[in-house]
């Protein structure tokens, strides 16, 4: 069976970190792009990163960039989002969700139709203040 599978979640303090991981099970990590995304409450879904499948490029959302790292182990088999010096905007559920198309920083603000493919079930992040 083709899905994500999202870890990590939590509570965590403002200035605190968490680690965010995306397991895919049915097919290797290499073969998709893979975007975390995350709806804050009362917020439409924004793009947070991305890791492109082709060439291995990444690219972050203003607001975390210098902050978080996404990352691929294909050994491990899953991409993570290092999360650091979060505050309590960042509280949300985050998704990891794949794509056969580029990582662009475009492509974070205003995904294309039909851009995501598979999505996981998301994770809960709550940053206290």
């Known amino acids: 069976q083709v899905q994500l599978v999202e870890s990590g979640g939590g509570l965590v303090q403002s200035g605190g970190s968490l680690r965010l991981s995306c397991a895919p099970s049915g097919f290797p990590v290499h073969h998709y792009t893979f975007v975390w995304v995350r709806q804050r409450p009362g917020k439409e879904r924004e793009g947070v990163s991305c890791f492109g499948h082709s060439d291995d490029s990444t690219a972050y959302s203003n607001a975390v960039k210098g902050r978080f790292t996404i990352s691929r182990d294909d050994a491990e088999n899953m991409v993570t989002l290092q999360m650091n010096i979060l505050t309590p905007e960042a509280t949300g559920v985050y998704f990891c969700?794949?794509?056969?198309?580029?990582?662009?920083?475009?492509?974070?603000?205003?995904?294309?139709?039909?851009?995501?493919?598979?999505w996981g079930q998301g994770t809960l992040v709550n940053v206290s203040s």
């Open positions: 969700a794949t794509s056969r198309a580029r990582c662009w920083y475009s492509y974070l603000l205003n995904p294309p139709a039909k851009y995501f493919a598979i």
